[in-house]
């Protein structure tokens, strides 16, 4: 036999145990459907006799992602700050990288800059930043002066836009964003449909399922959301990785893709949010984010920002 049609039965001999590998794995999976959507749950799922139902209810309503961030306001911390500024081929073109420390004291928060090195046109020449994309950083991570009487109750999580004009509109969109994926939130133009995953409208836009792993030594359930093929201009969240302890249900780590284009202006956004405790309060540890966006009468923006943070106090 000549050697290419040796190679042509092995290589059909590999696809046909992959295709009975698949097959096999797709008759144990079982899909059910919740709210109109369908749900495809792993084996190692069916056999903790999940209710499912009761799980994605949770999901639904699930504030402790924002309020993980909310405990920062009421916590002294460290944190390792990293900004990064590149051209369309990636290339960078400024950075900003230091080390704060966040001070707590009299119920009022302050920061301190421990050490910094910045290097392109991170700063104008007013030392204010020069990108639109490290003005989000700051609002997020670094505090101006003192801030008193905050606390980490979320009350109503409804956000609103009333008072955003201009380019602090379209920032205080892309932190709604952040903070509460998949939810509707209400004042975004043109999006407000397109960002809550679980309602009837978009049943048929996502492929949902549920499976069990290990995420840093936390035994976790992971529930994904992936729009399916045909339906990308219908959403917002593109894809939403989260894993829950499987004791309590607190998220332990998110990875999640935003994109959106409305003509005046579009984003194109991929975070990765891991959680740690502290005594019993549930904070982030390590923000990455990598995306680009475009605001009319502005550059586009390409940026790669890391957040590291460690000593709570």
Not at 14 to 33: E, G, H, S, Y
Not at 205 to 217: G, L, R, W
Not at 221 to 238: A, L, M
């Amino acid at each position: 036999m000549k050697v290419s049609h040796l190679l042509k039965a092995f290589c059909s001999i590999i696809l046909f145990c992959i295709c009975i590998t698949v097959c096999a794995q797709q008759k144990n999976d079982t899909i059910i459907v919740v709210n109109n959507h369908y749900v495809t749950l792993s084996p190692v799922v069916i056999d903790t006799k999940l209710n499912v139902p009761v799980f994605i209810q949770k999901v639904k309503s699930d504030t402790s992602f924002y309020k993980a961030f909310k405990n920062l306001r009421i916590l002294g911390y460290s944190a390792i700050n990293d900004i990064r500024m590149q051209d369309k081929n990636k290339k960078q073109i400024a950075y900003l990288h230091s080390k704060t420390k966040q001070i707590r004291e009299s119920n009022c928060r302050s920061m301190k800059t421990m050490e910094e090195e910045h290097s392109g046109d991170i700063y104008n020449e007013q030392h204010q930043y020069n990108y639109y994309t490290a003005q989000l950083y700051a609002s997020l991570f670094f505090t101006q002066g003192k801030v008193c009487n905050e606390t980490n109750t979320i009350g109503n999580t409804q956000f609103s836009l009333n008072d955003k004009k201009g380019m602090d509109k379209h920032k205080e969109q892309l932190k709604m964003l952040f903070f509460n994926p998949g939810k509707k939130i209400n004042g975004l133009p043109f999006m407000s449909n397109k960002t809550a995953i679980f309602d009837e409208g978009l049943a048929n836009a996502y492929d949902m399922s549920i499976s069990m792993e290990e995420y840093n030594k936390t035994s976790c359930y992971v529930f994904k959301q992936k729009v399916k093929p045909g339906f990308e201009d219908d959403v917002i969240v593109d894809e939403m990785t989260t894993w829950f302890n499987d004791n309590n249900f607190e998220i332990v780590a998110r990875n999640y893709s935003l994109s959106f284009n409305a003509g005046v202006y579009d984003f194109n956004v991929n975070m990765e949010v891991q959680m740690t405790k502290f005594k019993e309060l549930n904070v982030p540890s390590l923000i990455r984010y990598n995306g680009n966006w475009k605001a009319i009468f502005k550059k586009r923006e390409r940026g790669v920002f890391t957040a590291t943070l460690f000593d709570f106090e």
